[in-house]
């Protein structure tokens, strides 16, 4: 079962690097992530009919999040008074504040699904996860 994971996920990355629109890109990683998590914290079918309606809720609300947080910092820093840069500083911290807040809370709801070792493998998975995306963006663009 973890060689077809594997062998799924290896399929799908490759898909993605063929010429498509960003949309179906971004469809076929987010399903290599469902396969790469599910595989790496050992997911049973009903934890996992009950884990991804969590973690995709978990996933929309810490993204709104930092888009919140990223939108009012595109101009740039030069034309920004010393008491502006404060307010960003602070807002930074709220802002981490918030995610962290989030985080308690959805490690909470993951663990009446989960148990605490495959919360970690979760987060383990997600850093390398990322890792293997940034490697193959790395690939790509020395080939270019």
Not at 21 to 36: C, G, H, L, M, W
Not at 75 to 80: P, S
Request: proline residues 1%; hydrophobic residues 40%.
């Amino acid at each position: 079962m973890k060689r077809f994971i594997i062998l799924l996920f290896f399929c799908l990355i490759t898909l993605g690097s063929s010429v498509v629109v960003a949309q179906d890109r971004s469809e076929n990683v987010e399903a290599a992530k469902i396969a790469y998590i599910t595989d790496k914290i050992e997911l049973s079918p009903d934890q996992a009919q009950k884990f991804w309606p969590i973690y995709n809720e978990y996933e929309t609300k810490r993204r709104e999040l930092m888009r919140n947080y990223r939108g009012g910092y595109r101009r740039d820093l030069e034309e920004v008074s010393e008491q502006e840069a404060n307010a960003r500083l602070n807002e930074m911290f709220e802002t981490k504040e918030r995610e962290l807040a989030l985080e308690k809370e959805y490690v909470a709801k993951y663990q009446k699904v989960l148990s605490a070792k495959q919360v970690i493998k979760l987060y383990r998975a997600e850093r390398e996860f990322t890792k293997l995306l940034l490697k193959r963006l790395d690939h790509r663009r020395a080939n270019k």
